[in-house]
């Protein structure tokens, strides 16, 4: 039995039959730089960087707790090398799980499998090979805990979310948060070799923050995602429910950002905190309070917004940690 799904994979197969074969045929051979850009476009950029943009302070802030210092420039380098290959390891193989419906949504249809820039076989042992190197370079570089984390952040992402529960659960963008939280727990961990509270409250931020900045992408592209059977939740529940379950994850990710204000930075961070997250939190009202009112949602403001957020969050973290 196959683990993916039957219905797209059906779809997929009848729209290629189609016609898709011979417009293939008549598509020009892919040149280099083509190529070379489409397995850079397997790794998604844009998401790998915004990963990093939350590991590099973590690190900062772990090493002035723990040695009242800086990392060191190479380890942050190597963690920094080693996390882009590793999240870009997980979108390679999640782009090669997800062929079979990426060609039938409008947002994913150009991606280098649907369009026949790469193929099935060489994604995989791409992406394989990627997370291999990865943890590998986590592993010399810093320590084995690291290294443990890099890859069950890989294996979740692959394994646990992408196969099962994106494609089964509503649930999924929320339990799909423990692995795109994981880069501020694998970047103390390489510092400390250790996972100390305040690990586990950067951890609860990006946790927390990552289903309304998610659901506004799900509310934009719901058509494409019904279309294929994945179970987004505002593909499943009213525009009321997915407006207050957004206003409820930003509340839970300004709550947790300001547990750290008093007991592990300056006002620095805790004014940014305050005021990002309260920013945060109003745009997620605006969006429920369009929904009771049957308007239209605008939901790209809080996707745009919350990637803002968290930008500006970890800077001032950052900003932080390198002035004290």
Same mark, same amino acid.
């Given at each position: *039995?196959?683990?993916?799904?039957?219905?797209?994979?059906?779809?997929?197969?009848?729209?290629?039959?189609?016609?898709?074969?011979?417009?293939?045929?008549?598509?020009?051979?892919?040149?280099?730089?083509? @190529?070379?850009?489409?397995?850079?476009?397997?790794?998604?950029?844009?998401?790998?960087?915004?990963?990093?943009?939350?590991?590099?302070?973590? *690190? *900062?802030?772990?090493?002035?707790?723990?040695?009242?210092?800086?990392? $060191?420039?190479?380890?942050?380098?190597?963690?920094?090398?080693?996390?882009?290959?590793?999240?870009?390891?997980?979108?390679?193989?999640?782009?090669?799980?997800?062929?079979?419906?990426?060609?039938?949504?409008? #947002?994913?249809?150009?991606?280098?499998?649907?369009?026949?820039?790469?193929?099935?076989?060489?994604?995989?042992?791409?992406?394989?090979?990627?997370?291999?190197?990865?943890?590998?370079?986590?592993?010399?570089?810093?320590?084995?805990?690291?290294?443990?984390?890099?890859?069950?952040?890989?294996?979740?992402?692959?394994?646990?979310?992408?196969?099962?529960?994106?494609?089964?659960?509503?649930?999924?963008?929320?339990?799909?948060?423990?692995?795109?939280?994981?880069? /501020?727990? @694998?970047?103390?961990?390489?510092?400390?070799?250790?996972?100390?509270?305040?690990?586990?409250?950067?951890?609860?931020?990006?946790?927390?923050?990552?289903?309304?900045?998610?659901?506004?992408?799900?509310?934009?592209?719901?058509?494409?995602?019904?279309?294929?059977?994945?179970?987004?939740?505002?593909?499943?529940?009213?525009?009321?429910?997915?407006?207050?379950?957004?206003? @409820?994850?930003?509340?839970?990710?300004?709550? $947790?950002?300001?547990?750290?204000?008093?007991?592990?930075?300056?006002?620095?961070?805790?004014?940014?905190?305050?005021?990002?997250?309260?920013?945060?939190?109003?745009?997620?009202?605006? *969006?429920?309070?369009?929904?009771? #009112?049957?308007?239209?949602?605008?939901?790209?403001?809080?996707?745009?917004?919350?990637?803002?957020?968290?930008?500006?969050?970890?800077?001032?973290?950052? /900003?932080? $940690?390198?002035?004290?």
């Amino acid at each position: *039995m196959s683990v993916l799904s039957d219905k797209p994979a059906a779809r997929a197969e009848s729209a290629g039959s189609a016609g898709a074969p011979s417009d293939a045929q008549a598509r020009p051979a892919p040149t280099i730089r083509q @190529i070379l850009g489409a397995y850079v476009s397997l790794t998604k950029p844009r998401i790998v960087e915004l990963l990093l943009i939350t590991t590099v302070p973590a *690190m *900062m802030l772990a090493a002035r707790l723990a040695h009242d210092g800086l990392p $060191s420039l190479w380890l942050v380098l190597a963690v920094v090398i080693g996390g882009a290959m590793a999240a870009g390891a997980a979108n390679a193989l999640n782009c090669y799980i997800d062929r079979d419906i990426d060609q039938l949504m409008r #947002r994913t249809s150009r991606r280098p499998l649907p369009s026949h820039t790469v193929s099935p076989r060489n994604a995989l042992v791409f992406g394989l090979v990627l997370g291999v190197v990865s943890v590998a370079l986590i592993w010399l570089t810093s320590n084995a805990l690291a290294a443990l984390l890099t890859l069950g952040a890989i294996a979740y992402y692959d394994i646990v979310y992408t196969l099962w529960l994106k494609r089964r659960t509503a649930a999924n963008t929320v339990w799909g948060g423990v692995c795109g939280a994981a880069p /501020v727990l @694998i970047g103390w961990a390489a510092v400390t070799g250790n996972l100390s509270w305040e690990a586990w409250v950067l951890f609860a931020v990006v946790f927390f923050w990552q289903p309304p900045h998610f659901w506004a992408l799900a509310v934009k592209y719901r058509d494409d995602y019904a279309a294929v059977g994945i179970p987004m939740l505002p593909v499943v529940a009213s525009m009321r429910r997915v407006g207050l379950e957004s206003v @409820i994850y930003a509340w839970l990710t300004l709550a $947790s950002s300001l547990v750290l204000w008093p007991m592990a930075t300056t006002p620095i961070y805790g004014v940014v905190a305050l005021v990002t997250g309260g920013l945060f939190c109003l745009e997620a009202h605006r *969006m429920y309070g369009r929904a009771r #009112r049957d308007e239209d949602l605008k939901p790209m403001r809080l996707f745009h917004w919350s990637t803002t957020y968290l930008t500006l969050l970890f800077v001032a973290l950052a /900003v932080d $940690s390198f002035l004290i």
